[in-house]
């Protein structure tokens, strides 16, 4: 089966420049999260979509982050204009937890690590 | 008090050891648990759910304690390949699934 696809793996861009990220979870799962993992820290939820739907996005900064997942399977992440404290991993995981599955069991991409000068 | 916490260490520990770390979690109503693994540069990779009953897969135990709102992950017969961060999970219900994670706690086995 295969994992999550994030890409690209790695963008370096300047302060005040804006940046997008591509996700496409596992095939299948209703669920997909984007996290942001500041070296040192732990993942942080920025984002969740149960298919094309937001649930959750309390802990996004929406002045200068907007995501979608507009057929309910791929999704972006974008940020503009970016800050230098956006500088961390950006990760996406995909969860099969949906209307006819109860598992909140998390699968993550590579990820994306974004440099921010 | 943080959401979830671990102690980020390191701990060193020879081959052949056991370890165990704990992690702690403040919210009462939290549902559903998790370990997860995270090598250096990597993505972080799902090592074991934790059930209400316990659970092991291998070398590997995870405990709950609800009353005193804790995780643990024991690790017998360390290998050298389990140097990695161990990173707890927690969901804490309702309709939001997202996780909360911990800080993680960096093991080190030395030969």
């Known amino acids: 089966e295969a994992g999550v696809a994030q890409s690209p793996r790695y963008k370096i861009i300047e302060k005040r420049q804006s940046v997008a990220f591509w996700c496409n979870p596992i095939s299948g799962h209703a669920t997909l999260y984007w996290y942001q993992q500041i070296l040192g820290q732990g993942p942080k939820l920025l984002i969740q979509f149960q298919n094309n739907g937001v649930v959750d996005d309390s802990q996004l900064p929406k002045d200068r982050f907007s995501a979608e997942r507009l057929k309910g399977v791929d999704s972006t992440l974008k940020i503009q204009p970016a800050k230098l404290e956006d500088s961390a991993v950006y990760l996406c995981?995909?969860?099969?937890?949906?209307?006819?599955?109860?598992?909140?069991?998390?699968?993550f991409g590579p990820g994306t690590r974004l440099t921010v000068t | 008090r943080k959401e979830v916490e671990q102690d980020p260490g390191p701990f060193n520990v020879p081959e052949g050891a056991t370890v165990a770390f704990n992690c702690t979690y403040s919210?009462?109503?939290?549902?559903?648990f998790f370990w997860y693994r995270q090598d250096c540069r990597k993505e972080p990779k799902l090592l074991m759910s934790?059930?209400?009953s316990g659970n092991e897969d291998g070398r590997f135990t995870a405990q709950l304690n609800r009353a005193s709102q804790y995780i643990s992950l024991l690790i017998r017969d360390s290998k050298l390949s389990d140097s990695a961060t161990y990173l707890c999970?927690?969901?804490?219900?309702?309709?939001?699934?997202?996780?909360?994670f911990g800080k993680g706690t960096h093991l080190i086995i030395q030969p």
């Open positions: 919210n009462s109503a939290s549902q559903s």
């Open positions: 995981a995909s969860s099969p937890n949906g209307e006819f599955a109860a598992t909140y069991e998390q699968y």
């Open positions: 934790v059930y209400s």
């Open positions: 999970a927690v969901h804490s219900g309702g309709g939001a699934d997202g996780l909360t």
